[in-house]
């Protein structure tokens, strides 16, 4: 529904954040404590203003996926440092020169081994990839229920997974955050949608408040940690149960021994059902779109059923 422009009495902030630049320079006025206080950033960075920070990252994101109607979004998690093949190829050769040099270097051994790893672990780039041009589409034929490929915009699964999208036609969204090493917003995201945080808390939120369905490709402390928030927020009810989807079960088994946690006693073993093991973007595609078949049967010729308590919740009262 349009929203009808609203009458307005007074002028509105622009129009008095531009006038205020019109002003006499006088002592007075050029005092700091003169300025407008939504117009001072010295006022708006002060530790007392967090609180206003963080509702400014928690409301501009919302506006903007309102403007763009973006209601679905699936999100893409994993490494930064997984980089396309002919990349990793190069690094490899490089470092494998290097310790030729110096045959008896310990430091330079070890990185001949992470390099021919993280060769070998190109094949999740090119998964992403392909999962990002299935995901869009797929997803572009279905306007009513339209899902949006979202990473943290970074480089590596984040960047494979943005540009498989982009190659497949379809808007992406990367929301990057501001890092003490500099981090560019990978260049398959779309620029309008290309958003950058300050806060991890608001971040995370957003990744969660239109997703449906996570995929955790392998990654390090920030794959892990956005991985367990959500894992924890639909294992306590504080969010509908989605889709989530680890990719390589060899790498997670290995990263994290949930059958050790179980036989510990401190998860259920109930718990195990909250993810799925995937190794092929086709089969991460299928669980995601049988799930978003599930949520609209009668778009899929079956008869539309009773909708089961908290099945599906709106985006507005998902807990989050």
Same mark, same amino acid.
């Given at each position: 529904? $349009?929203?009808?422009?609203?009458?307005?009495?007074?002028?509105?902030?622009?129009?008095?954040?531009?006038?205020?630049?019109?002003?006499?320079?006088?002592?007075?006025?050029? %005092?700091?404590?003169?300025?407008?206080?939504?117009?001072?950033? $010295?006022?708006?960075?002060? $530790?007392?203003?967090? %609180?206003?920070?963080?509702?400014?990252?928690?409301?501009?994101?919302?506006?903007?996926?309102?403007?763009?109607?973006?209601?679905?979004?699936?999100?893409?998690?994993?490494?930064?440092?997984?980089?396309?093949?002919?990349?990793?190829?190069?690094?490899?050769?490089?470092? #494998?020169?290097?310790?030729?040099?110096?045959?008896?270097?310990?430091? #330079?051994?070890?990185?001949?081994?992470?390099?021919?790893?993280?060769?070998?672990?190109?094949?999740?780039?090119?998964?992403?990839?392909?999962?990002?041009?299935?995901?869009?589409?797929?997803?572009?034929?279905? %306007?009513?229920?339209?899902?949006?490929?979202?990473?943290?915009?970074?480089?590596?699964?984040?960047?494979?997974?943005?540009?498989?999208?982009?190659?497949?036609?379809?808007?992406?969204?990367?929301?990057?955050?501001?890092?003490?090493?500099?981090?560019?917003?990978?260049?398959?995201?779309?620029?309008? #949608?290309? #958003?950058?945080?300050?806060?991890?808390?608001?971040?995370?939120?957003?990744?969660?408040?239109?997703?449906?369905?996570?995929?955790?490709?392998?990654?390090?402390?920030?794959?892990?940690?956005?991985?367990?928030?959500?894992?924890?927020?639909?294992?306590?009810?504080?969010?509908?149960?989605?889709?989530?989807?680890?990719?390589?079960?060899?790498?997670?088994?290995?990263?994290?021994?949930?059958?050790?946690?179980?036989?510990?006693?401190?998860?259920?073993?109930?718990?195990?059902?909250?993810?799925?093991?995937?190794?092929?973007?086709?089969?991460?595609?299928?669980?995601?779109?049988?799930?978003?078949?599930?949520?609209?049967?009668?778009?899929?010729?079956?008869?539309?059923?009773?909708?089961?308590?908290?099945?599906?919740?709106?985006?507005?009262?998902?807990?989050?």
């Amino acid at each position: 529904m $349009d929203k009808k422009p609203r009458t307005r009495h007074y002028p509105d902030a622009q129009q008095d954040s531009i006038a205020a630049r019109r002003i006499v320079r006088t002592p007075q006025t050029l %005092s700091p404590s003169y300025r407008l206080a939504f117009v001072d950033a $010295d006022f708006l960075l002060r $530790d007392e203003l967090r %609180s206003v920070r963080l509702q400014l990252e928690l409301l501009k994101p919302e506006l903007l996926f309102q403007e763009y109607n973006i209601e679905h979004t699936i999100v893409v998690f994993g490494s930064a440092r997984i980089p396309p093949r002919e990349q990793a190829q190069r690094h490899y050769q490089e470092i #494998l020169k290097r310790h030729q040099s110096k045959p008896g270097d310990e430091e #330079l051994q070890q990185q001949v081994i992470i390099a021919q790893k993280m060769l070998t672990k190109t094949a999740y780039y090119e998964e992403a990839v392909r999962l990002g041009r299935l995901i869009a589409e797929n997803c572009m034929k279905c %306007s009513a229920a339209a899902c949006y490929v979202m990473t943290g915009g970074g480089p590596g699964i984040m960047e494979a997974a943005n540009r498989g999208a982009s190659e497949g036609g379809a808007k992406t969204i990367g929301l990057n955050i501001v890092l003490p090493h500099e981090q560019r917003p990978n260049p398959y995201i779309t620029p309008e #949608l290309c #958003l950058q945080f300050h806060y991890f808390a608001m971040r995370k939120m957003h990744f969660l408040i239109r997703a449906k369905a996570l995929v955790a490709f392998p990654g390090g402390f920030g794959t892990m940690d956005e991985l367990f928030e959500a894992l924890t927020l639909i294992q306590t009810g504080k969010i509908t149960p989605i889709p989530v989807i680890l990719f390589g079960r060899e790498f997670w088994k290995r990263a994290v021994n949930f059958d050790f946690l179980v036989e510990e006693g401190v998860i259920s073993p109930e718990d195990l059902n909250l993810f799925s093991y995937v190794e092929t973007a086709e089969q991460a595609w299928e669980i995601i779109s049988n799930y978003m078949r599930s949520l609209n049967p009668a778009q899929n010729g079956q008869e539309s059923q009773p909708t089961a308590p908290d099945a599906e919740v709106p985006h507005e009262s998902q807990g989050i």
